[in-house]
């Protein structure tokens, strides 16, 4: 089974949900280009969620998705208006989505939960979910503890229902590697942040280009909520109040609004910029039809040398 199958899409790429650059515009541009757009909820109101599927349909007819962060205060009323526009796709992440499962059933909306461990993965299959995106700790954002190496195989072995590799992935041969690993496809995010339709900032973009794997670090390992992402000053005073012993309270106050600095406002020093270990693959800023049409060739490029081999 294929992703491209499963969801009717060109390539068997996932965008992933990310908080404020998610937009519908850009999940529209990612369908365009062949892949499943995700609108990201990370941010937004239900009402905002409203305008986002607005401004996506209006511009795809290809299928979207939206990803749903279920500690969202306004959850319940975003997983309706999910079924109201009946949303082809439904990722999750953040919570249990069990209680809503047979609401997107009912409309025939797709599930797929991100996990960062076999057990939460056989607990979501055992709810209905119709796949799973396994997350490696090598993605941006907020993480887990395991590899994708280790993690994808794993879940891929436990289940019988499609699994996505997530975390790691920005070349064919990584995309490949997850396919070995047992996933039928994959979701991405650092690698579409310097394309020409991401909504970020031309200084984040610079950053992402520019940047070395050295480079990446995880803030919040002591706290318990830990998040990848570039080192700057921001990030260095952060880590090392937490190795002090700063409280919640002095941590929260020094990230306050520093996502939405970097993406919108460019501050790359004092804004957090969330990229994963694979940033040093992403060197140019291309489309998303060039880079789409790049990762499936070199993707079946390494394919063909493996199969004659």
Known sequence: MKLQEVLNIKYPFIQGGMAHIATGEFAAAVSN??????IGTGGLSAHDLREQ????????????GVNILLINPEVEEIVEITREYKVPVVTTGAGNPGKYIEKWKEINTKIFPVVSSKALAIRM??????GIIAEGQE???HIGELTSMVLIPQ??????????AA???ATGKQILAAEVLGAVGIQMGTCLLATDECPVHENYKDKIISARSSQVTVMGKISGMPNRVLKNKMVNEYIEKEKAGATMEELELLTLGSLRKAVF???VVN???????VVEEVNEKMSLDDLFNKLYSEYLLEKKKLCVQ
């Open 155 to 164: 879940i891929a072995n436990a289940l019988s229902i499609p699994v996505i």
């Open 125 to 130: 299959e055992r709810l209905g979910v119709d």
């Open 167 to 169: 975390g790691g992935i």
């Open 265 to 267: 406002d460019g501050d």
């Open 271 to 277: 804004g957090t910029v969330m990229a994963g270990q």
């Open 53 to 64: 599927i607005e401004i996506c349909k209006s511009k795809t007819d290809k299928p979207f």
């Open 33 to 38: 280009a062949g892949g499943l757009g995700l």
């Open 139 to 141: 993605a941006g954002g």
